[in-house]
Protein backbone atom coordinates (compact mmCIF):
# COMPACT_ATOMS: atom_id res chain seq x y z
CA UNK A 1 0.00 0.00 0.00
CA UNK A 2 1.24 3.42 -1.23
CA UNK A 3 0.80 6.22 1.66
CA UNK A 4 1.81 9.83 0.86
CA UNK A 5 1.63 12.88 2.35
CA UNK A 6 1.94 16.76 1.45
CA UNK A 7 2.16 19.73 3.49
CA UNK A 8 1.03 23.07 3.35
CA UNK A 9 0.90 26.29 5.31
CA UNK A 10 -1.50 29.36 5.84
CA UNK A 11 -2.13 32.14 7.43
CA UNK A 12 -4.98 34.37 8.21
CA UNK A 13 -5.67 37.39 10.88
CA UNK A 14 -8.60 36.94 13.36
CA UNK A 15 -10.64 38.94 15.39
CA UNK A 16 -12.63 37.84 18.41
CA UNK A 17 -16.13 35.43 17.02
CA UNK A 18 -18.59 33.44 18.28
CA UNK A 19 -19.57 30.78 16.62
CA UNK A 20 -20.78 26.82 17.74
CA UNK A 21 -18.12 23.90 18.44
CA UNK A 22 -18.78 22.90 14.69
CA UNK A 23 -17.85 25.62 13.13
CA UNK A 24 -14.78 25.87 14.64
CA UNK A 25 -13.44 22.27 14.77
CA UNK A 26 -13.97 21.79 11.34
CA UNK A 27 -11.03 24.76 10.38
CA UNK A 28 -9.15 23.14 13.18
CA UNK A 29 -9.26 19.70 12.35
CA UNK A 30 -10.14 20.09 8.78
CA UNK A 31 -12.68 17.51 7.54
CA UNK A 32 -11.54 17.24 4.33
CA UNK A 33 -8.08 15.56 5.43
CA UNK A 34 -10.52 12.63 6.95
CA UNK A 35 -12.54 11.98 4.14
CA UNK A 36 -11.04 9.32 2.58
CA UNK A 37 -11.58 5.82 2.59
CA UNK A 38 -10.08 3.43 5.04
CA UNK A 39 -7.69 0.44 4.00
CA UNK A 40 -8.22 -2.72 6.16
CA UNK A 41 -4.40 -2.84 6.41
CA UNK A 42 -2.81 -0.75 9.35
CA UNK A 43 0.17 1.34 7.68
CA UNK A 44 0.82 3.50 10.67
CA UNK A 45 1.77 1.56 13.63
CA UNK A 46 4.92 -0.62 13.78
CA UNK A 47 4.57 -3.89 14.15
CA UNK A 48 6.65 -6.93 15.31
CA UNK A 49 7.50 -9.90 12.09
CA UNK A 50 4.97 -12.11 13.30
CA UNK A 51 2.38 -9.44 12.45
CA UNK A 52 1.53 -8.70 16.06
CA UNK A 53 1.69 -5.18 18.22
CA UNK A 54 4.98 -4.87 20.75
CA UNK A 55 2.80 -5.39 24.12
CA UNK A 56 4.00 -2.84 27.41
CA UNK A 57 4.40 -5.43 30.09
CA UNK A 58 3.39 -2.75 32.78
CA UNK A 59 1.36 0.41 33.38
CA UNK A 60 0.26 2.57 35.87
CA UNK A 61 -3.25 3.98 35.57
CA UNK A 62 -4.64 6.18 37.33
CA UNK A 63 -1.98 5.19 40.33
CA UNK A 64 -2.99 2.03 40.22
CA UNK A 65 0.13 -0.42 38.58
CA UNK A 66 -0.80 -2.85 36.32
CA UNK A 67 1.31 -5.83 35.07
CA UNK A 68 0.24 -7.49 31.73
CA UNK A 69 0.25 -10.64 33.90
CA UNK A 70 -2.36 -9.14 35.92
CA UNK A 71 -4.70 -8.76 32.87
CA UNK A 72 -4.08 -11.47 30.97
CA UNK A 73 -3.98 -14.14 32.45
CA UNK A 74 -4.29 -18.51 31.32
CA UNK A 75 -7.65 -19.03 32.97
CA UNK A 76 -11.03 -20.04 32.54
CA UNK A 77 -11.86 -16.64 34.44
CA UNK A 78 -10.01 -14.60 32.32
CA UNK A 79 -11.11 -13.38 28.45
CA UNK A 80 -8.96 -10.66 28.33
CA UNK A 81 -6.58 -10.68 25.10
CA UNK A 82 -3.22 -9.30 24.60
CA UNK A 83 -5.06 -6.77 21.84
CA UNK A 84 -6.84 -5.24 24.68
CA UNK A 85 -4.23 -4.95 27.25
CA UNK A 86 -2.34 -2.98 25.06
CA UNK A 87 -5.25 -0.44 24.42
CA UNK A 88 -4.96 -0.14 28.46
CA UNK A 89 -2.42 2.65 28.66
CA UNK A 90 -3.34 4.64 25.45
CA UNK A 91 -6.08 7.15 27.03
CA UNK A 92 -6.62 8.76 23.96
CA UNK A 93 -9.15 11.00 25.78
CA UNK A 94 -6.46 12.82 27.70
CA UNK A 95 -4.50 13.65 24.06
CA UNK A 96 -5.67 17.32 23.46
CA UNK A 97 -4.71 16.85 20.08
CA UNK A 98 -6.77 13.89 19.32
CA UNK A 99 -10.38 14.32 17.89
CA UNK A 100 -11.63 12.61 21.16
CA UNK A 101 -9.56 15.06 23.12
CA UNK A 102 -10.85 17.79 21.33
CA UNK A 103 -14.29 16.48 21.73
CA UNK A 104 -14.13 15.83 25.98
CA UNK A 105 -12.36 19.46 25.96
CA UNK A 106 -15.01 20.97 24.21
CA UNK A 107 -17.51 19.38 26.55
CA UNK A 108 -15.97 20.85 29.18
CA UNK A 109 -16.11 24.16 28.08
CA UNK A 110 -19.70 23.67 28.40
CA UNK A 111 -19.91 22.82 31.87
CA UNK A 112 -17.32 25.09 32.95
CA UNK A 113 -18.94 28.31 31.05
CA UNK A 114 -22.75 27.45 32.46
CA UNK A 115 -21.88 26.03 35.86
CA UNK A 116 -19.11 28.26 36.62
CA UNK A 117 -16.46 25.72 37.14
CA UNK A 118 -18.88 24.12 39.32
CA UNK A 119 -18.38 20.68 37.78
CA UNK A 120 -15.03 18.14 39.05
CA UNK A 121 -13.70 16.27 36.21
CA UNK A 122 -12.39 13.21 36.24
CA UNK A 123 -10.58 11.43 33.20
CA UNK A 124 -7.96 8.90 34.94
CA UNK A 125 -10.06 6.77 36.87
CA UNK A 126 -8.87 3.20 36.47
CA UNK A 127 -10.80 1.49 34.17
CA UNK A 128 -10.25 -1.94 36.01
CA UNK A 129 -13.19 -2.14 38.67
CA UNK A 130 -14.87 -5.11 40.58
CA UNK A 131 -17.95 -6.53 39.49
CA UNK A 132 -19.71 -4.77 42.11
CA UNK A 133 -18.93 -1.41 40.77
CA UNK A 134 -19.45 -2.12 36.82
CA UNK A 135 -22.63 -4.12 37.65
CA UNK A 136 -24.15 -4.02 41.41
CA UNK A 137 -23.66 -0.42 42.28
CA UNK A 138 -25.65 0.78 39.54
CA UNK A 139 -28.51 -1.82 39.97
CA UNK A 140 -27.96 -3.84 36.68
CA UNK A 141 -30.08 -6.58 37.02
CA UNK A 142 -28.30 -9.93 38.07
CA UNK A 143 -29.49 -12.07 34.61
CA UNK A 144 -28.51 -8.93 32.33
CA UNK A 145 -26.94 -10.18 29.37
CA UNK A 146 -24.03 -7.36 29.70
CA UNK A 147 -22.40 -9.37 32.50
CA UNK A 148 -21.56 -12.50 30.65
CA UNK A 149 -18.47 -13.47 29.45
CA UNK A 150 -20.05 -13.11 25.89
CA UNK A 151 -20.05 -8.92 26.64
CA UNK A 152 -17.60 -8.23 29.20
CA UNK A 153 -13.91 -8.61 29.36
CA UNK A 154 -13.37 -10.41 32.81
CA UNK A 155 -9.95 -10.23 34.25
CA UNK A 156 -11.41 -12.67 36.89
CA UNK A 157 -14.59 -13.44 38.41
CA UNK A 158 -15.05 -10.31 40.49
CA UNK A 159 -12.74 -7.83 38.08
CA UNK A 160 -13.80 -6.27 34.81
CA UNK A 161 -12.41 -3.92 32.27
CA UNK A 162 -15.26 -1.33 32.67
CA UNK A 163 -17.99 -1.54 30.42
CA UNK A 164 -19.10 1.99 30.87
CA UNK A 165 -18.50 5.29 32.63
CA UNK A 166 -21.36 4.74 35.05
CA UNK A 167 -18.92 2.32 37.28
CA UNK A 168 -17.78 4.94 39.09
CA UNK A 169 -20.72 7.10 39.98
CA UNK A 170 -21.33 5.04 43.61
CA UNK A 171 -17.71 5.62 44.38
CA UNK A 172 -17.51 9.46 43.41
CA UNK A 173 -21.27 9.90 45.79
CA UNK A 174 -19.76 8.44 48.48
CA UNK A 175 -16.51 10.82 48.21
CA UNK A 176 -18.85 13.64 48.50
CA UNK A 177 -18.90 14.90 44.79
CA UNK A 178 -22.50 16.16 43.92
CA UNK A 179 -21.80 17.62 40.32
CA UNK A 180 -18.90 15.49 38.23
CA UNK A 181 -17.90 14.32 34.42
CA UNK A 182 -16.02 11.16 34.05
CA UNK A 183 -14.37 10.52 31.07
CA UNK A 184 -12.63 7.02 30.09
CA UNK A 185 -12.01 3.94 27.83
CA UNK A 186 -14.70 1.37 28.09
CA UNK A 187 -14.57 -2.23 26.82
CA UNK A 188 -17.08 -4.24 25.07
CA UNK A 189 -16.95 -7.52 23.64
CA UNK A 190 -17.85 -6.97 19.98
CA UNK A 191 -16.94 -7.93 16.42
CA UNK A 192 -14.25 -4.97 14.98
CA UNK A 193 -16.03 -3.33 11.79
CA UNK A 194 -16.20 0.77 10.72
CA UNK A 195 -18.50 1.28 13.61
CA UNK A 196 -17.90 -1.14 15.95
CA UNK A 197 -14.20 -1.34 18.09
CA UNK A 198 -13.90 -3.22 21.30
CA UNK A 199 -12.49 -0.39 23.29
CA UNK A 200 -14.18 3.31 23.06
CA UNK A 201 -14.41 5.85 24.92
CA UNK A 202 -17.55 7.38 26.78
CA UNK A 203 -18.11 10.61 29.59
CA UNK A 204 -20.46 10.27 32.53
CA UNK A 205 -22.05 13.98 34.14
CA UNK A 206 -23.88 13.84 37.39
CA UNK A 207 -25.89 16.52 39.18
CA UNK A 208 -26.96 16.11 42.71
CA UNK A 209 -29.66 18.46 43.56
CA UNK A 210 -31.04 19.16 47.43
CA UNK A 211 -34.40 19.77 48.81
CA UNK A 212 -34.04 23.40 48.81
CA UNK A 213 -32.85 23.68 44.86
CA UNK A 214 -36.52 22.05 43.80
CA UNK A 215 -38.66 23.31 46.78
CA UNK A 216 -39.11 27.09 45.56
CA UNK A 217 -40.23 25.82 42.15
CA UNK A 218 -43.38 24.32 43.09
CA UNK A 219 -42.45 20.85 41.65
CA UNK A 220 -41.36 17.44 42.56
CA UNK A 221 -37.36 16.53 43.05
CA UNK A 222 -38.34 13.99 40.29
CA UNK A 223 -40.02 17.00 37.51
CA UNK A 224 -37.25 19.42 39.12
CA UNK A 225 -33.98 17.50 37.97
CA UNK A 226 -35.79 15.50 34.52
CA UNK A 227 -36.45 19.40 33.11
CA UNK A 228 -32.67 20.75 34.72
CA UNK A 229 -31.35 17.59 32.55
CA UNK A 230 -33.08 18.32 29.25
CA UNK A 231 -32.53 22.03 29.44
CA UNK A 232 -28.66 21.30 29.72
CA UNK A 233 -28.31 18.86 27.56
CA UNK A 234 -29.91 20.60 24.64
CA UNK A 235 -27.81 23.31 25.51
CA UNK A 236 -24.81 20.81 25.04
CA UNK A 237 -25.50 19.63 21.64
CA UNK A 238 -26.19 23.10 20.65
CA UNK A 239 -22.63 23.85 21.66
CA UNK A 240 -21.51 20.78 20.31
CA UNK A 241 -23.74 20.87 16.47
CA UNK A 242 -24.91 24.70 16.29
CA UNK A 243 -29.02 25.33 16.15
CA UNK A 244 -29.84 21.22 15.40
CA UNK A 245 -33.75 19.98 15.97
CA UNK A 246 -33.66 17.72 18.55
CA UNK A 247 -36.31 15.69 20.10
CA UNK A 248 -36.31 13.03 23.41
CA UNK A 249 -37.33 9.94 23.53
CA UNK A 250 -38.37 7.40 26.45
CA UNK A 251 -35.81 4.89 27.45
CA UNK A 252 -34.73 2.37 29.90
CA UNK A 253 -31.77 1.84 31.60
CA UNK A 254 -31.36 0.36 35.24
CA UNK A 255 -29.72 3.70 37.19
CA UNK A 256 -32.52 5.89 36.00
CA UNK A 257 -35.98 6.22 36.18
CA UNK A 258 -37.57 8.26 33.63
CA UNK A 259 -34.98 7.24 31.55
CA UNK A 260 -34.23 9.24 28.06
CA UNK A 261 -32.30 9.42 24.40
CA UNK A 262 -31.79 12.28 23.25
CA UNK A 263 -31.41 12.44 19.20
CA UNK A 264 -30.88 15.24 16.99
CA UNK A 265 -31.70 15.79 13.08
CA UNK A 266 -27.90 16.43 11.69
CA UNK A 267 -26.95 15.48 8.23
CA UNK A 268 -30.63 14.38 6.78
CA UNK A 269 -30.96 11.81 9.81
CA UNK A 270 -32.04 11.44 13.30
CA UNK A 271 -28.83 10.33 15.63
CA UNK A 272 -29.42 9.43 18.85
CA UNK A 273 -26.64 11.18 21.14
CA UNK A 274 -26.98 10.20 24.60
CA UNK A 275 -28.85 8.04 27.00
CA UNK A 276 -29.79 9.98 30.77
CA UNK A 277 -32.53 9.58 33.44
CA UNK A 278 -33.66 10.97 36.66
CA UNK A 279 -31.00 8.53 39.21
CA UNK A 280 -32.49 5.74 41.38
CA UNK A 281 -33.17 6.75 44.80
CA UNK A 282 -31.53 3.52 45.90
CA UNK A 283 -28.35 4.31 44.36
CA UNK A 284 -27.99 7.88 46.25
CA UNK A 285 -29.32 6.67 49.02
CA UNK A 286 -26.74 3.82 49.13
CA UNK A 287 -24.13 5.76 48.44
CA UNK A 288 -24.91 8.54 51.64
CA UNK A 289 -26.96 11.29 49.63
CA UNK A 290 -30.44 10.76 51.33
CA UNK A 291 -32.80 13.13 50.74
CA UNK A 292 -31.23 14.92 47.27
CA UNK A 293 -32.62 13.88 43.38
CA UNK A 294 -30.30 13.24 40.86
CA UNK A 295 -29.88 13.36 36.72
CA UNK A 296 -27.21 11.78 35.09
CA UNK A 297 -25.93 11.28 31.29
CA UNK A 298 -23.63 8.67 29.32
CA UNK A 299 -22.32 9.59 26.27
CA UNK A 300 -20.27 7.75 23.69
CA UNK A 301 -17.33 10.40 22.10
CA UNK A 302 -16.74 8.23 19.43
CA UNK A 303 -19.61 8.26 17.48
CA UNK A 304 -19.89 11.88 17.95
CA UNK A 305 -16.38 12.76 16.89
CA UNK A 306 -16.81 10.41 13.85
CA UNK A 307 -20.07 12.95 13.24
CA UNK A 308 -18.49 16.29 13.57
CA UNK A 309 -15.12 15.43 12.15
CA UNK A 310 -16.34 13.36 9.34
CA UNK A 311 -14.37 10.63 10.67
CA UNK A 312 -15.37 7.33 8.26
CA UNK A 313 -14.17 4.44 10.01
CA UNK A 314 -14.03 4.24 13.79
CA UNK A 315 -10.65 2.02 13.14
CA UNK A 316 -8.90 5.44 12.34
CA UNK A 317 -9.21 6.60 16.33
CA UNK A 318 -6.28 4.21 17.03
CA UNK A 319 -3.71 5.23 14.58
CA UNK A 320 -0.42 6.25 16.44
CA UNK A 321 0.86 8.46 13.29
CA UNK A 322 1.42 11.95 14.50
CA UNK A 323 0.45 12.98 10.50
CA UNK A 324 -3.04 11.54 11.20
CA UNK A 325 -3.57 12.64 14.97
CA UNK A 326 -1.71 15.87 14.90
CA UNK A 327 -2.69 17.08 11.51
CA UNK A 328 -2.69 20.80 11.72
CA UNK A 329 -0.45 22.92 13.88
CA UNK A 330 -0.07 26.70 14.95
CA UNK A 331 3.15 27.31 13.93
CA UNK A 332 3.17 31.09 14.20
CA UNK A 333 1.30 33.44 16.78
CA UNK A 334 1.31 37.18 17.12
CA UNK A 335 -0.69 40.14 17.64
CA UNK A 336 0.14 43.57 15.82
CA UNK A 337 0.13 46.84 16.94
CA UNK A 338 -3.72 47.29 15.70
CA UNK A 339 -4.36 44.50 17.92
CA UNK A 340 -5.13 41.84 15.54
CA UNK A 341 -3.56 38.51 16.01
CA UNK A 342 -2.34 36.73 13.06
CA UNK A 343 -2.11 32.78 13.21
CA UNK A 344 0.09 30.55 10.70
CA UNK A 345 -0.95 26.70 10.60
CA UNK A 346 0.85 23.75 9.00
CA UNK A 347 -1.62 21.47 7.46
CA UNK A 348 -0.57 17.54 6.77
CA UNK A 349 -2.84 16.54 3.74
CA UNK A 350 -2.40 12.34 3.90
CA UNK A 351 -4.47 9.69 1.71
CA UNK A 352 -4.67 6.54 3.73
CA UNK A 353 -5.22 5.09 0.30
CA UNK A 354 -3.24 6.72 -2.13
CA UNK A 355 0.04 9.02 -3.36
CA UNK A 356 -2.24 12.77 -4.02
CA UNK A 357 -1.59 14.79 -6.69
CA UNK A 358 -0.50 18.37 -6.30
CA UNK A 359 -3.72 18.89 -7.97
CA UNK A 360 -5.70 17.10 -5.53
CA UNK A 361 -3.76 18.99 -2.54
CA UNK A 362 -4.64 22.27 -4.34
CA UNK A 363 -8.13 21.84 -4.07
CA UNK A 364 -8.38 20.49 -0.46
CA UNK A 365 -6.25 24.04 0.40
CA UNK A 366 -8.59 26.26 -1.54
CA UNK A 367 -11.33 24.61 -0.06
CA UNK A 368 -9.93 24.78 3.75
CA UNK A 369 -9.13 28.20 3.06
CA UNK A 370 -12.73 29.10 1.58
CA UNK A 371 -14.00 27.70 5.07
CA UNK A 372 -11.93 28.91 7.55
CA UNK A 373 -12.22 32.67 5.86
CA UNK A 374 -16.33 32.10 5.64
CA UNK A 375 -16.93 29.98 9.11
CA UNK A 376 -14.30 31.82 11.23
CA UNK A 377 -14.86 35.35 9.66
CA UNK A 378 -10.95 35.83 9.27
CA UNK A 379 -8.84 37.77 6.83
CA UNK A 380 -6.79 35.03 4.70
CA UNK A 381 -2.98 36.15 3.75
N1 LIG B 1 -24.13 3.65 30.90
C1 LIG B 1 -24.95 3.79 29.72
C2 LIG B 1 -24.35 2.99 28.57
O1 LIG B 1 -23.19 2.69 28.59
C3 LIG B 1 -25.09 5.22 29.32
C4 LIG B 1 -25.91 6.00 30.30
C5 LIG B 1 -27.27 6.08 30.16
C6 LIG B 1 -25.31 6.61 31.39
C7 LIG B 1 -28.06 6.77 31.06
C8 LIG B 1 -26.08 7.31 32.32
C9 LIG B 1 -27.46 7.38 32.13
O2 LIG B 1 -25.55 7.93 33.37
O3 LIG B 1 -28.20 8.06 33.04
O4 LIG B 1 -25.02 2.71 27.62
Not at 232 to 246: K, W
Not at 258 to 286: A, D, H
Request: proline share 3%; glycine share 4%.
Amino acid sequence: MTMAMSIAQFTFFSRATSSSFLNRTNARFNRFTFSTPFSTADATCTRKKNGRLPVLSALELGGVKIARDDVVRDDPTNNVPDSIFSKLGMQLHKRNQHPIGILKNAIYEYFDANYSNKFDKFDDLCPLVSVKQNFDDVLVPADHISRSYNDTYYVDSQTVLRCHTSAHQAELLRDGHTHFLVTGDVYRRDSIDSTHYPVFHQMEGFRVFSPEEWEASGLDGTSYAAGDLKKCLEGLARHLFGAVEMRWIDAYFPFTNPSFELEIYFQEKWMEVLGCGVTEQEILRNNGQLDSVAWAFGLGLERLAMVLFDIPDIRLFWSNDERFTSQVQLIDNFTNKKGMTSHCYRIAYRSMECSLTDEEINELQRKVREQVETKLNVELR
